[in-house]
C-alpha cells in the first residue's frame, strides 16, 4: 500500500495542547527507567547464569564415580546396589546414605573412604535419588529453570523496549507480560495434563516451599535434625546395608550448610527476576495509559468483529492462571505426601522442564490477537487462526488420552480412601479396600505404586504409615486440584477451538481493507516524514503537539 494513503502526515501527533508539556516529560522518564532496569538486568542474568552453570556441572559430573582413571561407574547403580540389599520401602532410609560422599572426588582404591573434605556438592546430588525414580536430578532441573527464567525476563524486556517506540504492540505486550510473570513464577505445562509429580516440572513456587533450612535433614544415619535432636533410628531392614556403608565418609550435617544456603541465594536470584518482569509490566500499564490519554487522530478505523476474539484472549488467560494455581498446590501438596511418611526431606520429585510448544502458540495467538486489533491488522488475525490451529493439534492427544484415564478410575467422583491399609491380607484381594475408590483410590495407587516398592516385601507385616500414600485430607486436595486443572485445561481447548472460527471471520470481514503503516524509526524532526509511531523512548523535541483533540 503507497505510504500517501495513511493519512495527512501533518496531523501525525495530534495531542491535547494543554497537555502537551507532559508527555515531553515522560519520554526522557521512561527511557531512564527501561535502561536502568536493563542494566541491573545485565548484571543478574551474570549472576544467574554462574549458577546455573554450577548447578549443570554439580548434576552432570557428580552423577559418576571415578573408580579409576578410565572407568565410570554411574549413581543410580550404587543406588541398586543397596536397594538389592534389604527389603526397601520405596524413598525410606539407608539408600540415602550411600551418596553421603563427594562423588566428585575419586576413589583411591576402587570402594575406598572418599576424601575427608566433603562438601555440600554431595548434599545437592542427594536430591536425585528416590530408589531410582526420580526422573531428574535437583541441580539439572534448577540449571533449567534459571534459564528458563533467564529467557522469560530477557523477552519481557525486549517486547517492551519496542512497544515503547510503537503503541500499537502495548496491549499485547501486556498480555504477554502477564504470562511472563507466571511463567518465571510458575511454568507449568499442559503436558502432564494430570498432575503426577514425576512428570511436572520444577518451579520457583514449588521451591520456595521445598527449600527450607531443614531440607538436608533426615539423610544420614542416626537421623538427626537440623536442631541436632534424633528424630528416629534406622529400621532394622538397613542393617544388612550397614556394613557396606560404613566403606563411605559420611558427609557431616554442617556441610550441607553451604548446600543449603546455595540454593537460598538461587531462589532469591530467581525471585530478584520476578521483581524486574512486574516492574517492567507497570511500566507497560503505565505507557498504556498514556497512549489512551494522548490518542492518534489519523489512524484507520478499528477493523469489525474483534470482540470476540479479545473476550476468547482475557479467558484463556484466566483458565491458564487457574490451570498453574491448580496444579502448584497438587505439586505442594506431593512435597508434603513425601516429608509426611517419614521420608528425607530432600527427595524432589519433580520433573526437570522443557519447553511447552503449545503454550507458546497460546501466547503467540493471545499477542496476534491483539495486536491486530489495536493495529487494524488483518494479518495478524489469520496468523491467530493458524497459530490456534496449531494449539489444538498439540493438545488434541492429551485431551482425549487423559479423560479416558479419568472417566476408566472414576476419578470425577471423590470416591474412598484405603481402609485396609494396614494388614492387606485382610482384605483378600479387595482391590478396593487396599487403594480405594474414585478419584481418591486413583491416587492412593498412584504413590503406592510409584513411590513404594513392591517386589520382595512381606506386605503382612506392613503398617500404614510405612507406605508412602496420601491422608485423605491429601488425596482431597489432589482430587480438586486434579478437577481443577481438568477443566481449566478443557476451557482453553474449547476456547481456541472457538478463536479459529472467530479470527477467520474477522479476517474474512475485513478483508482487503488498508492496513495502518507505521515506521519503525523515530522522527528525526517536527513535521517532516510520514512516520506515525509514538515513541516514549523518542526525545522530547521529536513530540509534535497540534491543537486540542
Given at each position: 500500500?503507497?505510504?500517501?494513503?495513511?493519512?495527512?502526515?501533518?496531523?501525525?501527533?495530534?495531542?491535547?495542547?494543554?497537555?502537551?508539556?507532559?508527555?515531553?516529560?515522560?519520554?526522557?522518564?521512561?527511557?531512564?527507567?527501561?535502561?536502568?532496569?536493563?542494566?541491573?538486568?545485565?548484571?543478574?542474568?551474570?549472576?544467574?547464569?554462574?549458577?546455573?552453570?554450577?548447578?549443570?556441572?554439580?548434576?552432570?559430573?557428580?552423577?559418576?564415580?571415578?573408580?579409576?582413571?578410565?572407568?565410570?561407574?554411574?549413581?543410580?547403580?550404587?543406588?541398586?546396589?543397596?536397594?538389592?540389599?534389604?527389603?526397601?520401602?520405596?524413598?525410606?532410609?539407608?539408600?540415602?546414605?550411600?551418596?553421603?560422599?563427594?562423588?566428585?572426588?575419586?576413589?583411591?582404591?576402587?570402594?575406598?573412604?572418599?576424601?575427608?573434605?566433603?562438601?555440600?556438592?554431595?548434599?545437592?546430588?542427594?536430591?536425585?535419588?528416590?530408589?531410582?525414580?526420580?526422573?531428574?536430578?535437583?541441580?539439572?532441573?534448577?540449571?533449567?529453570?534459571?534459564?528458563?527464567?533467564?529467557?522469560?525476563?530477557?523477552?519481557?524486556?525486549?517486547?517492551?523496549?519496542?512497544?515503547?517506540?510503537?503503541?500499537?504492540?502495548?496491549?499485547?505486550?501486556?498480555?504477554?507480560?502477564?504470562?511472563?510473570?507466571?511463567?518465571?513464577?510458575?511454568?507449568?505445562?499442559?503436558?502432564?495434563?494430570?498432575?503426577?509429580?514425576?512428570?511436572?516440572?520444577?518451579?520457583?513456587?514449588?521451591?520456595?516451599?521445598?527449600?527450607?533450612?531443614?531440607?538436608?535433614?533426615?539423610?544420614?544415619?542416626?537421623?538427626?535434625?537440623?536442631?541436632?535432636?534424633?528424630?528416629?533410628?534406622?529400621?532394622?531392614?538397613?542393617?544388612?546395608?550397614?556394613?557396606?556403608?560404613?566403606?563411605?565418609?559420611?558427609?557431616?550435617?554442617?556441610?550441607?550448610?553451604?548446600?543449603?544456603?546455595?540454593?537460598?541465594?538461587?531462589?532469591?536470584?530467581?525471585?530478584?527476576?520476578?521483581?524486574?518482569?512486574?516492574?517492567?509490566?507497570?511500566?507497560?500499564?503505565?505507557?498504556?495509559?498514556?497512549?489512551?490519554?494522548?490518542?492518534?487522530?489519523?489512524?484507520?478505523?478499528?477493523?469489525?468483529?474483534?470482540?470476540?476474539?479479545?473476550?476468547?484472549?482475557?479467558?484463556?488467560?484466566?483458565?491458564?492462571?487457574?490451570?498453574?494455581?491448580?496444579?502448584?498446590q497438587a505439586s505442594i501438596t506431593s512435597l508434603d505426601i513425601i516429608a509426611d511418611k517419614d521420608s528425607p526431606s530432600s527427595v524432589f520429585p519433580f520433573a526437570q522442564g522443557s519447553l511447552d510448544v503449545p503454550t507458546v502458540f497460546l501466547i503467540v495467538t493471545t499477542m496476534s490477537v491483539i495486536r491486530g486489533t489495536t493495529r487494524s491488522?488483518?494479518?495478524?488475525?489469520?496468523?491467530?487462526?493458524?497459530?490456534?490451529?496449531?494449539?489444538?493439534?498439540?493438545?488434541?492427544?492429551?485431551?482425549?488420552?487423559?479423560?479416558?484415564?479419568?472417566?476408566?478410575?472414576?476419578?470425577?467422583?471423590?470416591?474412598?480412601?484405603?481402609?485396609?491399609?494396614?494388614?492387606?491380607?485382610?482384605?483378600?484381594?479387595?482391590?478396593?479396600?487396599?487403594?480405594?475408590?474414585?478419584?481418591?483410590?486413583?491416587?492412593?495407587?498412584?504413590?503406592?505404586?510409584?513411590?513404594?516398592?513392591?517386589?520382595?516385601?512381606?506386605?503382612?507385616?506392613?503398617?500404614?504409615?510405612?507406605?508412602?500414600?496420601?491422608?485423605?485430607?491429601?488425596?482431597?486436595?489432589?482430587?480438586?486440584?486434579?478437577?481443577?486443572?481438568f477443566i481449566a485445561q478443557a476451557t482453553i481447548f474449547v476456547m481456541m477451538h472457538i478463536q479459529v472460527i472467530a479470527c477467520s471471520m474477522v479476517y474474512k470481514q475485513n478483508k482487503g481493507r488498508p492496513t495502518d503503516v507505521f515506521d519503525p524509526q523515530p522522527p528525526t524532526a517536527p513535521g517532516h516524514g510520514d512516520d506515525r509511531s509514538?515513541?516514549?523512548?523518542?526525545?522530547?523535541?521529536?513530540?509534535?503537539?497540534?491543537?486540542?483533540?
Amino acid at each position: 500500500m503507497p505510504r500517501s494513503s495513511v493519512g495527512n502526515t501533518s496531523m501525525r501527533y495530534t495531542y491535547d495542547g494543554s497537555r502537551g508539556q507532559s508527555i515531553e516529560t515522560e519520554g526522557p522518564r521512561y527511557r531512564r527507567r527501561v535502561l536502568a532496569l536493563g542494566a541491573f538486568l545485565g548484571v543478574l542474568s551474570i549472576v544467574n547464569i554462574c549458577m546455573c552453570s554450577y548447578y549443570g556441572y554439580i548434576g552432570t559430573a557428580c552423577t559418576n564415580v571415578a573408580l579409576s582413571d578410565d572407568q565410570q561407574l554411574p549413581f543410580n547403580l550404587l543406588t541398586s546396589i543397596f536397594n538389592n540389599n534389604y527389603n526397601g520401602l520405596g524413598i525410606k532410609t539407608c539408600e540415602f546414605t550411600d551418596l553421603n560422599f563427594n562423588a566428585s572426588i575419586p576413589f583411591p582404591n576402587g570402594y575406598g573412604q572418599a576424601n575427608p573434605t566433603a562438601t555440600g556438592e554431595a548434599c545437592m546430588v542427594e536430591s536425585n535419588n528416590a530408589q531410582g525414580k526420580m526422573v531428574s536430578s535437583f541441580p539439572l532441573s534448577m540449571g533449567f529453570l534459571g534459564g528458563q527464567t533467564l529467557v522469560y525476563t530477557w523477552l519481557a524486556f525486549a517486547i517492551l523496549y519496542r512497544s515503547l517506540n510503537h503503541y500499537e504492540w502495548l496491549l499485547s505486550t501486556i498480555a504477554f507480560m502477564c504470562y511472563a510473570v507466571l511463567g518465571v513464577v510458575a511454568y507449568y505445562t499442559f503436558n502432564p495434563f494430570l498432575p503426577y509429580p514425576h512428570q511436572t516440572a520444577a518451579t520457583v513456587a514449588t521451591l520456595t516451599y521445598y527449600i527450607k533450612p531443614d531440607m538436608y535433614d533426615d539423610t544420614f544415619i542416626p537421623y538427626t535434625h537440623h536442631d541436632g535432636t534424633v528424630e528416629k533410628v534406622p529400621m532394622e531392614n538397613c542393617d544388612s546395608a550397614y556394613n557396606f556403608n560404613l566403606a563411605f565418609l559420611v558427609v557431616p550435617m554442617e556441610n550441607c550448610d553451604s548446600a543449603y544456603n546455595f540454593n537460598l541465594a538461587f531462589l532469591v536470584v530467581q525471585y530478584m527476576s520476578v521483581s524486574v518482569t512486574v516492574m517492567l509490566l507497570f511500566i507497560a500499564f503505565s505507557a498504556e495509559r498514556i497512549r489512551r490519554r494522548y490518542p492518534l487522530v489519523n489512524q484507520l478505523p478499528p477493523l469489525k468483529g474483534t470482540f470476540f476474539p479479545m473476550t476468547i484472549c482475557v479467558i484463556c488467560l484466566l483458565a491458564y492462571a487457574v490451570m498453574v494455581v491448580s496444579k502448584a498446590q497438587a505439586s505442594i501438596t506431593s512435597l508434603d505426601i513425601i516429608a509426611d511418611k517419614d521420608s528425607p526431606s530432600s527427595v524432589f520429585p519433580f520433573a526437570q522442564g522443557s519447553l511447552d510448544v503449545p503454550t507458546v502458540f497460546l501466547i503467540v495467538t493471545t499477542m496476534s490477537v491483539i495486536r491486530g486489533t489495536t493495529r487494524s491488522s488483518t494479518s495478524a488475525f489469520r496468523l491467530s487462526a493458524v497459530t490456534a490451529i496449531l494449539h489444538i493439534a498439540l493438545v488434541y492427544p492429551n485431551i482425549v488420552g487423559n479423560y479416558e484415564v479419568t472417566k476408566y478410575n472414576d476419578m470425577w467422583k471423590m470416591g474412598t480412601d484405603p481402609v485396609n491399609l494396614a494388614d492387606p491380607s485382610e482384605a483378600d484381594g479387595d482391590a478396593t479396600a487396599i487403594f480405594g475408590s474414585g478419584c481418591k483410590g486413583f491416587w492412593n495407587t498412584y504413590f503406592l505404586s510409584y513411590y513404594n516398592t513392591a517386589a520382595d516385601v512381606d506386605r503382612d507385616v506392613l503398617l500404614a504409615d510405612d507406605w508412602i500414600h496420601p491422608t485423605s485430607e491429601q488425596s482431597t486436595t489432589l482430587c480438586y486440584g486434579t478437577w481443577i486443572s481438568f477443566i481449566a485445561q478443557a476451557t482453553i481447548f474449547v476456547m481456541m477451538h472457538i478463536q479459529v472460527i472467530a479470527c477467520s471471520m474477522v479476517y474474512k470481514q475485513n478483508k482487503g481493507r488498508p492496513t495502518d503503516v507505521f515506521d519503525p524509526q523515530p522522527p528525526t524532526a517536527p513535521g517532516h516524514g510520514d512516520d506515525r509511531s509514538e515513541p516514549l523512548l523518542g526525545q522530547a523535541n521529536n513530540i509534535t503537539v497540534v491543537g486540542r483533540i
